[in-house]
Structure formats: structure tokens, C-alpha cells
């Protein structure tokens, strides 16, 4: 291992656990929907505002922390994810049960834990990209890719608690999962940080709107976002629809499956990387995604369309951290601000790319498969949002 890797071992560990409790809060709630359905009688179309919420909550966050993470300072921000996080998953299991209310109590957990979830999704790439590393990209995409892991880990580890120690006990295994972010605080008020770009010269969120390259990284973050998200937010049902699975193999086929070959996609990349230009990966990455999705509307046989969706999650592992690497070569100096819009834009893309599924389905008599197809804008953009990049010669490794 090198010096400035052991130096930094407890700012990765930091940032790696902070990504991981990240895919807690996305993964887990939505694993509790029937529980709450049955135990407090929230209907399904209450349910259904809890995700709206929490990327709504996100969204709101990536906004404010462009303009107030470089007056407060990164630590205790990133501290203050960290304690919101683990303050929210614990409400998730009293609140509840406390409140006269109990989808109240429900929401205001969602609340919490997305400012904390929104807070390390703009911090933890910032953070890791100020410290030296060579080979950022490589590092970058190892970071994300812990997102995948943690997607995985809290699906397949949710459901075999539940088949162990049964559903009753859900409100156990929020309060195991919410020690994860609260033992983090420590890591992060400790670990060394790295200012992103010296005071002074970061560039201002007026300097980023007036800047082309800028809008054309957005543009790259919003396709991004929605390819990766289109097809994971329906991995469950289209597993369910293709295979005519129970829910339980259906979560396992789809989220799961999508997870752990995005996981792999990030993993190999921020192992090898450095063997391949970044530019060329992602262009090749998005004609895999447009494929997939292709394979995955179009094929009549149900294994194939299965294994067009787990594809699709090796395909769609680089475009996100790939997409925040090239900004940063792009633009070195474009600081937190930066940070925050790409964030802001992923995650509209996230919204916008899972919607357009399933209002296509909808419209199209409930075909999930059309609804699928209705996605293959996003990566045909993408990649020609790479190959501008390309003859501009504005990357540069």
C-alpha cells in the first residue's frame, strides 16, 4: 500500500461506509411498504410518496449545499449526514409507533435520512477527489461502487433477517442498520480532508451557468442518472413480469442482480482502469446500456430479457462516477458548486428516467416492455455527449 493511501485509509473507509449507508436508505424502506401497509393501514398511494419524498429531499439538499458547504466547512457536513442518516433510520423504527400519526411519523424519518443521504451523495465524491490518489478515476469508481455492494448487501441481507427472524422484528433490524452511519461519525470527524480547490479560486455557480462544458456535464449527468435508475427502480417488477416469480426471487433476480453486476462494472473499473481511457469505457458503456435496454423491450424468450436487465447494471456502473470524473479533468476549479449541480442533475435524471417507464407503460395497456424501451434516449445521448468531449479534446486523463 502507498504513503498517501495509509494516510488516507480512514478518509476512503469514511467516504466507502457513507456510500454504503447511502444504498441503506434508498434499499430498505421499500422493503418495508407491505409491513407498513398492513401494521398502520397506510394505502399503496401513500406508500408511493415515500420514494417521491426521499428523492425529492435529495434534490432540495444538492441545491443548498452548492451554495453553503464552502462557508460551514466539508467535516461538519459531512459529520451532520452521518448523524441525520442514522437519526432518520432509527425514527423509521419509533416514530411511528409514537406519533398520533403514524404515516407522520413515517415521513418525518424519510425526511432526516434523505438530508443525510443527500449530504454524502454531494460530499463523498468532493472529498475523495481532494485527496492525492493517483488514478482518481480509478478511485472514484470504487467508491461508487460501494453504493452497488451496499444496494446488495441490504437486499439479500433484509430478506434473509426477515426469513430467520420474521417481518415482527423489521424494527430491529432498522435500528442494526442505523448504527452503520452513527459509527461512521467517528471516522469522518478524524480522518485527514483535503481542501477540493485552494480558497479563492473555485469557480462561483454563475462562473459554472455561463459555462458550455458545464451544461454539456450536466447533460452527461441527467442521462446518466436516468439509464442507471430507469431500469433499477423496475428491476423487481420486470423480474416479476418476465419470469412470473414471487416478489422475494423477483427482489432477488432484479435489484439484487442489477446491484451486483453494477457493483462488479465499478469494481473492475477501479481496479483496471488505468489500462483504459475513461471516455472510450463510458462510450462503450452506453452501446452496451442501449443494447440492453433493446434486449430487454424487445426479447420475446423471459431469460433473455432477465439477463438483459442484469447487464444493464454492468453497463450503467461507469456513467455515474465516469460522468463526475470527467467534470473534474474538465473542470478543475469547479469546486463544491460543481459537485452539487452534477448531483442535482442525477438525480433528476433518476426521477425523470423512471417515470417516463412507467407513464409509457401505462399508456401502452400496463407493457412494462415499452415502458423499458421508452428509455433508450438516454444512453444514445450519453454517448454522444462522450464523443463531443472527445473531439473537443477537453478530457484529459
Known sequence: MTTTKKKYGKTLLACY?????????ANFPPLLYVTFFKTYGISLSALAMISTLYFFSQLVIDFICAKIVDRIGYRPCIIASCLTTGLGLLGLAFLPDLLPNPYAGVLISVVIYAIGSGLIEVLGSPIIEACPFDNKDMVMSTLHSFYCWGSAVVILGSTLFFSI??????KILAVIWALIP?????????????PLVKEGQSMTMGDLLKNRMFWLMIVLMVCAGASEISMAQWASAFAESALGVTKAVGDIAGPAGFAISQALSRTLYGKFGDKVDLTVYMAASGILCLICYLLAGLAQIPILG??????CGFSVG???PGSISISSRILPTGGTAMFALLALAGDLGGT????IVGNVSKAFSNDLHTGILASVGFPIILVICVLIVRLKKAYRP
Not at 427472524?165 to 423489521?170: A, E, H, T, V
Not at 452513527?182 to 483535503?194: G, H, K, S, V
Not at 425523470?352 to 417515470?355: D, F, H, K, L, T
Request: proline fraction near 5%.
Open 17 to 25: 461506509t457513507g456510500f454504503a449507508t447511502q444504498a441503506i436508505c
Open 165 to 170: 427472524f420474521g417481518l415482527k422484528n423489521w
Open 182 to 194: 452513527l459509527i461512521n461519525t467517528y471516522n469522518f470527524a478524524t480522518c485527514p480532508m483535503e
Open 306 to 311: 432477465l439477463i438483459g436487465c442484469a447487464l
Open 318 to 320: 461507469i456513467m455515474w
Open 352 to 355: 425523470i428516467g423512471p417515470s
